[in-house]
């Protein structure tokens, strides 16, 4: 960091800091104050209302509603300014309006806070102004207004403020701190400390993302480390604020590959005052779409994490052909095309045998005025292949239609008819084209379809109550193809997190059924660790959800989350594949050497495992993780550290991201963070040298903040243990070598080495 001035505390301009920010503390307590004693007025109000309320009292129901909604927004200003009482503000930027040549200083906070209805003491960073302090350096720039005016403005000042419990520690200004160094101050500390600071260090790339519109796609490819999921949920936060016409927090859906990715990919809203968000798995938004038809009592869902058979056919967006393909034939089936023609014989009133009633008389060929075409083929198939409806409500519609056709014949010719023929002729064709509720079951469709696969040659299980992602996939898709017949709003954003676990199939599935939203989609395809299935890259996903101007792809290459250790260690693993991995950028921020400690029986094995989490818990480094290759493993490794040291739920229908040490599969620490990452045992077996594994391993290693060791007994596996071919190796060692240097040149002024500048363990900054 920038050497202090020795005087700066006792500068005018520090006084004059502190001054503003204990006048803007006082306001945040009187307010607290204020809302507190307004929600109390308002909920004794509700409950006088309650107990005098009758239900035809409208009045009285519209005022208490009216007071539950006020109740409601004080609830939220409460909350933001109790989260405000410790750190008000991180931001300050003083700038000339050039359209009202007027100069203004603004404090930006992670919420809003006013003095009173005229005076906003803190600005809310989502605010459009505030971009500036994200996006532009010192002199001539602009910002857009709600409206989408372009405003002009010169910044004259960014500042960042340290500020800790109410107490003012330090302050930056951009001439003499670039924010991307203050990140890296921040990254020293704790993973608590690092998410208390997130909204102050948002870096320019991620803030591009962030305010991209919602009315478009946005796919983003970030690599390990570089804030994807933070990005996604402070885009959220973003939208909410600024497009709150048009977007409720009911309206999103957050999808992620698992429940304990999703715990804590939520917990992290309320700080960004976001409430009400959906999140779910891709399984759970399928079965969700399935509605009626999904039955909990005879029907399971198998996880992701354990792929029934064929699905590297299944995951793929041929599969999805194949099923539309499927879906067309089921249709021709199940609605006629050929022309439907009134023959006026079959329906005459006469007596047969004494008895009156209407007869069939055809006999021989009909004249031309016997026959009245009502649809004719041609308008049959125009209407079903044009129409986007299911199946259902086609046949829904060509029976109304079918019935408006006979009345209209019976207007036209009204003389022709008697009414005991009209009532005979409605009655035979009502219903022609089908009944009103779909008869078959989805489910003996799809295995229809599945079997019909197998005979093409295709390994696929056919599943009767376990159903894995690309089943439910399916199972949505002929539910909306074949029986929709009322088309329910679900969301109008989906924010999908890891989005490279999951194959085409997954995401043309959702784009069929829901037609009228748009996508957040956040992934790295170096982590797909779904081998076979999942996205190698973003080719065909770029061409389904980005086809639209105005739909976007954006890359995050800067590594913020590991050391240079960490992500040379981990960068090694990767390129023992074949494939060509998008290049990491790691923060320069040095770190302890990655340890690699083999161990000569299971106890020590185990026994060290304990003395490595103890010591971290000793430095402060509070969130460990100990990563098995299985679930199976993880079930038994924490069943046996267990008698050693503490650790957390294990049953992983259960745990949750906390404190303390997690041992967990390497698939569910997907998206997640520690302060420090054991990887236990990584043999041969477990992690053959393959493009798979290699990924699988990549993800363990750049799990960890800090601190990553790998302790095994014995055959450690070769993406550890063999060395890089040597062209890989040496273009590593360049590019690493690139970025000290590029450092270096950022940092020239301040006569300190990038390496010892960032040498930020956590023993430098005091968390011990």
């Known amino acids: 960091m920038e050497k202090r001035e020795p005087d700066k505390k006792s500068s005018a301009e520090w006084q004059r800091e502190e001054k503003y920010l204990n006048q803007t503390l006082d306001i945040v307590k009187r307010n607290v104050e204020n809302y507190e004693s307004e929600i109390r007025e308002m909920s004794d109000q509700i409950e006088e209302m309650l107990q005098h309320y009758h239900d035809n009292n409208v009045e009285v129901y519209t005022q208490m509603s009216n007071t539950v909604t006020m109740r409601d927004h004080m609830q939220s200003a409460l909350k933001r300014n109790q989260r405000a009482t410790k750190k008000p503000y991180f931001g300050r930027i003083d700038f000339l309006d050039e359209t009202l040549q007027k100069e203004e200083a603004l404090y930006i906070g992670r919420g809003g806070i006013a003095k009173d209805t005229t005076h906003q003491v803190v600005v809310d960073w989502r605010a459009p102004i505030a971009n500036a302090y994200y996006e532009n350096g010192l002199g001539e720039c602009s910002y857009h207004a709600p ?12 500042r960042t403020y340290e500020i800790d419990n109410g107490r003012l520690l330090d302050y930056f200004d951009t001439e003499v701190i670039a924010n991307d160094e203050l990140l890296t101050k921040y990254l020293a500390k704790n993973k ?11 870096q320019k790339e991620q803030n591009d993302i962030i305010r991209k519109t919602p009315y478009h796609n946005i796919i983003v490819q970030g690599v390990a480390g570089s804030g994807k999921t933070t990005v996604a949920m402070h885009r959220i936060s973003f939208i909410l604020y600024n497009y709150a016409e048009r977007f409720r927090p009911e309206d999103f859906y957050i999808v992620g590959s698992n429940r ?153 010719n009204g003389l022709r008819y008697s009414e005991k023929e009209r009532k005979a ?69 989906v924010v999908i997190d890891e989005a490279q676990d999951y194959g085409m199939m997954a995401y043309a599935v959702l784009k069929y059924c829901m037609k009228d939203c748009t996508y957040t989609v956040m ?152 302060d420090a990452v054991l990887i236990f045992d990584p043999d041969k077996e477990e992690y053959p040298v393959d493009d798979g594994h290699a990924k699988l391993l990549y993800v363990a290693a750049t799990r960890a903040l800090h601190e990553l060791c790998v302790l095994y007994r014995e055959d450690l596996t070769g993406l550890i243990a063999e060395p890089l071919p040597e062209e890989k190796q040496k273009e590593i060692d360049r590019k690493v070598q690139q970025l000290l240097e590029e450092e270096q040149g950022r940092q020239n002024t301040s006569g300190i080495s990038a390496e010892s500048k960032y040498d930020n363990t956590i023993e430098n900054n005091n968390i011990i």
Request: negative net charge; proline residues 3%; glycine residues 8%.
């Open 147 to 158: 409206d989408g005016r372009e405003l002009p403005i010169r910044l004259d000042l960014k």
């Open 192 to 202: 608590q400390a690092v998410l208390g600071e997130i909204i102050a260090t948002i």
């Open 260 to 412: 304990i990715l999703l715990e804590y990919i939520t917990g992290v809203l309320p700080d960004l005052d976001v409430y009400g968000i959906r999140q779910m798995t891709m399984e759970q938004l399928f079965v969700r779409l399935l509605y009626e038809d999904w039955d909990e009592q005879s029907c399971s869902i198998l996880e992701n994490t354990a792929a029934a058979q064929g699905s590297m056919d299944r995951g793929t967006f041929g599969w999805f052909q194949a099923l539309t393909e499927f879906g067309v034939r089921i249709e021709a089936e199940r609605i006629c095309m050929d022309s439907v023609v009134l023959d006026r014989r079959q329906f005459v009133e006469g007596l047969k045998g004494g008895v009156a009633g209407v007869f069939d008389e055809r006999e021989g060929e009909p004249q031309p005025t016997d026959l009245v075409e009502l649809l004719s083929g041609k308008a049959i198939r125009d209407y079903v292949e044009q129409t986007n409806a299911s199946v259902q409500t086609k046949i829904n519609m060509l029976n109304e239609r079918l019935i408006i056709k006979i009345k209209d014949e019976f207007l036209k």
């Open 425 to 493: 002729i409605l009655k035979e064709y009502r219903g022609y084209f089908g009944k009103k509720i779909f008869d078959i079951s989805i489910f003996e469709l799809y295995q229809r379809f599945l079997l019909e696969q197998k005979e093409k040659g295709y390994e696929v299980s056919v599943p009767e109550q376990a159903y894995d992602v690309y089943d439910l996939a399916a199972l949505a898709y002929l539910y909306k193809r074949m029986k929709e017949t009322e088309v329910i709003s679900e969301a109008h954003h």
């Open 523 to 674: 992934g790295d395809v170096s982590q797909n660790i779904h081998f076979g299935f999942g996205l190698a890259d973003w080719e065909e996903l770029r061409k389904l959800l980005c086809s639209q101007d105005g739909d976007s792809f954006g890359i995050l290459k800067k590594s913020y989350r590991n050391t240079v250790e960490i992500s040379e260690f981990a960068t090694k693993i990767l390129h023992h594949g074949s494939f060509e991995p998008y290049p990491v950028e790691p923060i320069i921020r040095h770190g302890k050497e990655v340890e690699v400690m083999q161990l000569p029986t299971k106890r020590e094995l185990y026994e060290e495992t304990a003395r490595r989490c103890r010591a971290w818990q000793k430095q402060g480094l509070n969130t460990i993780a100990i990563v098995c290759r299985t679930p199976e493993k993880a079930e038994l490794v924490a069943r046996q550290l267990g008698r050693l040291i503490p650790v957390c739920e294990s049953n992983l229908e259960k745990a949750v991201f906390s404190d303390g040490i997690m041992v967990l599969p390497v698939v569910y620490t997907k998206g997640l963070e520690f």
